[in-house]
């Protein structure tokens, strides 16, 4: 049986305030962890012990352009398909070295 997702990694979203980011597969979670820091944004969850499995439904983790990861709420983030393809490179970019 397929998992119902609303977001898929690889999928590019912006925030409520603007800023944009590449959702992340639960390995690429895993990598960013360990290399960068959590950003604290708004509409992110930060109950302690959540989101160590995200569903992809309600939680979303991403990877914004500031080199910060959130795991951010469904409903503050949206998809974006009008993204320059240097800024996903440059994200994509980002991920490769972490």
Do not use: H
């Not at 597969?25 to 930060?46: D, H, I, P, Q, Y």
């Not at 995200?54 to 914004?64: A, G, L, S």
């Not at 795991?71 to 490179?89: E, F, G, H, I, Q």
């Amino acid at each position: 049986m397929n998992k119902r997702r609303l977001y898929e990694p690889g999928d590019m979203v912006a925030s409520f305030s603007g800023e944009l980011g590449i959702v992340l597969s639960e390995e690429g979670l895993a990598r960013v962890r360990g290399a960068f820091k959590e950003g604290g944004r708004a509409g992110r969850f930060f109950a302690p012990g959540c989101c160590q499995k995200p569903d992809y439904v309600t939680q979303v983790p991403v990877f914004f352009e500031d080199g910060a990861y959130d795991v951010m709420r469904a409903m503050n983030v949206r998809k974006k398909s009008d993204v320059p393809k240097a800024t996903r490179k440059a994200l994509e970019q980002r991920l490769r070295v972490a």
